[in-house]
Every structure is written in C-alpha cells, then in structure tokens.
C-alpha cells in the first residue's frame, strides 16, 4: 500500500534493454536516410547519434556542403 511504509514504486514503468536497442537502430536508419554515410554511422556511438539526430536540418545542410566541397576538389584535380 503506497504511503504505509511499503514499496512505494508501482507507477512507473522501467525502460529495457531491447526498447534502447530498437530505439538506437530507427536512429541510426533516421541518419542514414538523411544522407550519411553507412560506415561512418555504424562507426558512431550512442551519444553522437543522438547530437546529430537533435538537429537534421543542419546535418543536411552540412552534409550538402561536403558533397560540393568534394566535387570541387574532383574538378581541381582533373583540371591539373
């Protein structure tokens, strides 16, 4: 019985393992289809995962910028 001195936690839901997991994976997908790369996510860890899934229009925006940066240097080097 809650306030009589007994166990007092019956409310409130434990998160689990397996919810973390699957919570991990959609993020790490969510990355993905944003247009990072596979093998620098799965390089990533649990906390730079989410700091990066916190803001996706700048992940975009600063994906794009990489993309021309690279092309840039491809036309570079062909000119040369």
Do not use: F, W
Not at 15 to 30: H, I, T
Not at 47 to 61: D, T, Y
């Amino acid at each position: 019985m809650p306030g009589k001195g007994g166990d007092t936690r019956s409310g409130r839901p434990v998160k689990g393992a397996s919810d973390r997991k699957r919570r991990e994976k959609v993020q790490r997908l969510r990355l993905i289809g944003l247009g990072m790369a596979e093998d620098k996510v799965k390089k990533l860890n649990t906390s730079e995962v989410r700091q990066l899934i916190k803001a996706p229009a700048k992940l975009k925006k600063s994906l794009a910028n990489q993309k021309k940066s690279l092309a840039n240097q491809k036309k570079n080097l062909a000119k040369k």
